[in-house]
Each structure stands twice: as C-alpha cells, then as structure tokens.
C-alpha cells in the first residue's frame, strides 16, 4: 500500500504506461481475426466474423461497468486500509459475472433475434454468423469476469499485470487463430474457438493475478459479501455508470447517423476519422485509469491533498500525451488518412475535416481525465447526470449547426460535447475535496 502523500511522476507513469502498451494489442487482435478468415478468399466468412464481434461486443459493453465501478470501490477500499472489503469485493464481482454470463447463455436466442433485426444481413451471412456467436457465447462468464478482474488489478495499481493479462488472452487467441483456421481448416468455428480459449484461460489467469485477495478470510466471509449497504452501493455506482455510457454511447452512434445524411462519401470519411478519435481515447485510457486509482485511494484516506494531487499529476500526462496526438495529427493526418483509405474521394473528403481531429484531443482532455477522476470517486451520480447535460447540449448544437454548416457543424457540436461533459464535471470537482475531508 502506497502512502497516500507518495504520489510521483514515477508512479503516475508505473500505472499508466502498461495500460496504454495494452491498449495498443486491441487493434492488432481485430485486425488478425479480419486476416485469417480473408485467406479463406470468400466474402461471407469475413462479413459474418465482423458482425458476429460487433453483436458480442455489444452486450459484453454493457457490462463495462464491471471494470469501471470496481476499480473505484476497490481503490476507496485500499486507501481506507479494509483489506477486508478489498477481498469481498473481489467475490463480489465474480458472482456478478458467473450470473451475468450463465444469463447471456440462456438468452442467446432473443438476443440474436434482436442483433439481426437492428442490423440484418444476408442469409448466408446471418448463418455463418450465428455459428460463431453459438461458439462464442459459452465463454461469457470468463469474457465478463475479465472486467472485474481488470478492474481489481488496477486498483491496486498492479497494470503491469493487466498487460501480462492482455498479452497472453491476445497473444495466444492469434496463435490459435492461425492453427485453427490456416493449419486446421476449422473456418470461423476456429475464430470462435480461439477466441473462447483465450477468454476462459485469461480469466484463470486473471484469478491467479489477483489471488492475493484469497489470503484474507473475508472473502468467503458470506455475511460481509452479501452486507446489504454494501451490495446497494455497488449496484448503485454500477446502474449510474451503465446508465452515462448508454447516453454517452447516444451521442456516437448519432453522430454516425447524422452523418450518414450527407451521403456514402462523407460517411466514409467520418468513419475513417472517428479512427483518431479511436486512437485519442486508447492513449488517455492509461492517465484516465491512473486518476480512478490516485483519487479512489485518496478519497478512502480522506486526504483532499492527495485526491487533489493525484487528480493534476494524472492530468499533466495526460495533457502531454494530448498535445503529442494534436501535432502528430497536424502533421501526419493526410498520411494517416492515406494510409487508411486508398480511394481518392475519400482521402479528399477526410483531408476537409482534419482540423477538427487536430482539436479533438485538447478539447476532450478534461471530460476523459475527469471521468477517470468520478469513476475513482464513485461519483457515479454526477457522472450520470452530466451526461445527460452533454447529450442535450450535443443535440441543441446539432440542430443550430448542422443545417448551416454541414458536416463541419456535425463535428462542432462533437467537440462541444465534449466540453459540456468536461465544463459540467469540473463545476462539480470542488464536492469532492470536500467529501474528502469528511470521516
């Protein structure tokens, strides 16, 4: 347990940087599963492996709130000193997931039923891809598992062990990619199969990782596990984060919406742009899950100093990695853009809205990092309702922009998203020093 006035730049990197290396495997993973099953030289197969991890990434984001909620109480509860709560947590979360996971598997049916009917495909399509989903779906308790226990490790600033974690789930699903599907013939049943190979040995993995909780009895304490002020809270801070990501989630998928209305070719530039966006929020992700850390730990100190602290130190990475990514986008965004698309229209059509991901990354500095720093503060409440503020300002600039700008007022209204959510959240900062100052 780190002393809560040992907050370093030192630390703030210890934390950060495996996070961000982790992040980095995510793409490199969709990108293999895309490439094997493209040497099978049909259509279909790659069709059905996209929309078939697109529907299951869905329902497993819902539950992203696992990671999220967890790595805030679990940091509030080490910087308490309740080892205690630190181990009962931990069962906690994976009682959630065997019952959330064992749910997803009995429910396969309708839940397929209602991924096809928001976005149909072809019958073959469809076909090959409910065979991956039926493979796919038996891992869910694991696939779910893996968030809490993510979450857990990072609250106890272990990251390093959130890499190894992803390195191996990564690492070895690309193997087994190539053997299954190169070496075997197995088609995207071997996609599949790989891949619940990966999620069940990654959550034995992760449960090893974390078995430092099993050394103190409260965690089969089943009195402590299932005290119900602590269970209501957890459900609470859970409910509030599922609820901010659905709103959150809103704005993006109207904004793809919106744009689709200007035609296929600005369409396809926004999608290609949305990449850099993309690219933004994974490099944060690391100083973003520093702050739940620095602030968590700080507020169950009841050390404003700290909490204060944590929150700055994390943020001053985080305006650095910002500032590198704006540049970077000034100066190589045609590259990139290039790069991602061979079509000249589009390269032409993305190149007009640069300018907009060069700000991307400056103007959306203070709602991520102070998402990282409620999310450590369980102030899942505020977070909540903030987001209903931004999605409501969002729309307000869509309608006022939109018609008069175009695309170009599309993107302003993002970027002004982004600024309610960061302007509304810092207007409610100040309560959490206070809160920290109360026993």
Known sequence: MHSKDTITHKRVLTIAVPIVLSNATVPILGAVDTGVVGQLGLAAPIGAVGIGAVILASVYWLFGFLRMGTTGLVAQARGAGDLGEVSALLTRVMMIAVVA????????????WAAFKLAPASAEVETLARSYIGIRIWSAPFAIAGFGLTGWLIAGERTRAVLVLQLWMNGLNILLDLWFVLGLGWGIEGVAIATVIAEVTGAGLGLFLCRSA???????????????ARLLNMARVNTDIMIRSILLLAIMVSFAFFGASFGD????????LMQFVEITAYALDGFAFTAEVLVGQALGARSALALRRGALMASFWGLLVCTVLAVTFAVFGGVIVDIMTTAPDVQAEARRFLPWMVSVPLVGLAAWMLDG????????????NMSVVSLVVYLAAVYVLMPRFGAHGL?????????????TLAWKYPALERDAHRS
């Open 101 to 112: 996971g064992v749910a997803l598997i009995a429910l396969q049916v309708p839940i397929l």
């Open 214 to 228: 099993l050394t103190h009895p409260a965690w089969k304490a089943w009195p402590k596990v299932f005290d119900p």
């Open 265 to 272: 070719l600005t369409l396809a530039a926004n999608h290609i």
């Open 373 to 384: 720093v409620f999310i450590g503060a369980t102030r899942t409440r505020d977070m909540r």
């Open 411 to 423: 993107w302003a209204a993002l970027l002004i998203s982004y600024i309610a959510r960061g302007a």
